[in-house]
């Protein structure tokens, strides 16, 4: 398997554009998370799903994020409209039951 | 609920000297509890974990940690760093290996 694949891996936008973020898991992880990663805040839990369902999404900041997973193997995080504190390094994981999880690369936004 | 301590953002040795991150966690249920590595640029990597049996955990490259209950306690060592493992070190703590609450990260430098 491929890990966990992310896309892009470098997003830079305008303050007030739509931005979205991609994740494919790995082949029968079961869970889905997304992180952010910040110098001030660290790492930080956005969202996560269970078997495509959205378990957790107390640590979605704000609604202009939202997350959804329509299948087994995608999941995007959009951010409408995005503004320069949404600056960060967003991370998609997946694991399986009873197993660690498994990071991808990231995608590092920059908005200006 | 469940919560991750690491003691030290930051942490300084000479080449070929011990390596100790310290961890510690609280948790409700018998935790698992995990070591993650993360170089620039890149996501986190498993170095290694605890779920049950032996405390005492080995990981890659030499890494080790020990898991002691009385102390809440999940220390990283290794015997002699290297200049390659200079990187930021997460530690982890999950309820069965589901969503894990990470802990700050430690930035680990080696000096020649």
């Known amino acids: 398997d491929a890990g966990v694949i992310q896309s892009p891996r470098h997003e830079v936008t305008e303050m007030g554009q739509e931005v979205t973020l991609r994740c494919k898991p790995i082949?029968?992880?079961?869970?889905l998370f997304w992180y952010r990663q910040t110098m001030m805040r660290g790492l930080e839990l956005l969202i996560y799903?269970?078997?495509?369902?959205?378990?957790?999404d107390s640590g979605m900041p704000e609604d202009r994020f939202s997350a959804k997973m329509p299948n087994a193997s995608f999941s995007t995080l959009k951010i409408q409209p995005s503004e320069p504190r949404d600056s960060a390094v967003y991370f998609c994981?997946?694991?399986?039951?009873?197993?660690?999880?498994?990071f991808g690369q990231g995608t590092r936004l920059t908005v200006v | 609920a469940q919560s991750v301590t690491q003691l030290g953002s930051h942490v300084s040795v000479s080449e070929g000297a011990l390596v100790l991150l310290r961890c510690n966690y609280s948790s409700s249920v018998p935790p698992y509890l995990f070591w993650y590595v993360q170089y620039p640029n890149q996501g986190l990597q498993l170095l290694l974990k605890?779920?049950?049996?032996?405390?005492l955990v080995k990981g890659i490259n030499g890494f080790e940690a020990e898991f002691k209950k009385s102390e809440t306690s999940f220390h990283l060592t290794k015997p002699s760093a290297h200049m390659s493992e200079a990187a930021e070190y997460f530690c982890?703590?999950?309820?069965?290996?589901?969503?894990?609450?990470f802990g700050d990260g430690t930035t680990l430098t080696v000096k020649p």
């Open positions: 982890a703590v999950s309820r069965n290996a589901g969503k894990s609450t």
């Open positions: 799903f269970n078997n495509n369902v959205p378990i957790d």
């Open positions: 994981a997946s694991l399986a039951l009873n197993t660690e999880a498994f």
């Open positions: 605890y779920t049950t049996g032996a405390t």
């Open positions: 082949s029968g992880h079961n869970s």
